[in-house]
């Protein structure tokens, strides 16, 4: 399978406990993007990344999330001290520099449950 | 910031009929996309306009980017049950792009 892959799939854990998440892109998708979707509503930009460089974050990421994509392939989202605000589906998506805005291939998610 | 609106929220059409789903942005878009998520899965892209009054079809589907870039719709033609799922568009800003809330389709057989 070469599409984005992400792990874990479903995640479930006690408030305050912190959690990581990882993302592994299409190889050679040089832009990876995080987003986070709840029930009944759009994915939620949350940040995005060219290569290794994390080029913007929503207003929405409190200082609680973290994100990483060290060496320009995958990616990791680590949320600390999780509340049950933070429930939802976390969604990874990828996309080539082929044109400005070329379409974004998502992966399947992770599944956080806070309780 | 840009807002990113869709209607209906929910649509339930009998096998056959017609469906259309509306995006509505607060700024004018340089570019939309429109993307299907069915149930239990994750977004599929589905198209990308950029121009205006752009018109774009794929078999059954037609999309159109408004002449004023600020709305754009999605029409399904005789609808059938592989069709069912949420259709969200997403507009462009800066480099990434802001999803509406969806339209959550249900087909009827």
């Known amino acids: 399978d070469t599409g984005v892959s992400q792990n874990p799939r479903h995640k479930i854990t006690k408030r305050g406990q912190n959690v990581t998440f990882r993302c592994d892109p299409i190889?050679?998708?040089?832009?990876l993007y995080w987003y986070r979707q709840t029930l009944g509503q759009g994915p939620e930009f949350l940040t995005y990344f060219q290569n290794e460089a994390q080029l913007e974050k929503s207003r929405l990421l409190s200082d609680r999330f973290s994100a990483e994509r060290p060496k320009g392939s995958f990616s990791t989202l680590e949320i600390q001290r999780t509340e049950q605000g933070d429930s939802a589906m976390y969604l990874c998506?990828?996309?080539?520099?082929?044109?400005?805005?070329?379409?974004?291939?998502f992966g399947q998610g992770t599944r956080l449950t806070v309780v | 910031g840009q807002q990113v609106m869709q209607i209906p929220q929910y649509q339930h059409v009998q096998e056959g009929e017609d469906f259309t789903t509306y995006c509505n942005s607060s700024?004018?878009?340089?570019?939309i996309q429109w993307y299907k998520q069915r149930p239990g899965g994750h977004p599929v892209f589905l198209i990308q306009?950029?121009?205006?009054?752009e018109v774009k079809k794929q078999k059954r589907l037609t999309f159109q980017f408004g002449e004023a870039k600020k709305n754009s719709s999605l029409h399904i033609t005789a609808t059938q049950t592989t069709d069912v799922g949420t259709y969200f568009c997403a507009g462009l800003r800066g480099q990434n792009f802001v999803f509406g809330p969806g339209t959550r389709l249900s087909v009827l057989p």
């Open positions: 190889s050679e998708h040089n832009r």
């Open positions: 700024t004018t878009l340089s570019n």
């Open positions: 306009l950029v121009k205006s009054g």
């Open positions: 998506a990828s996309s080539s520099r082929t044109g400005v805005n070329s379409e974004a291939f």
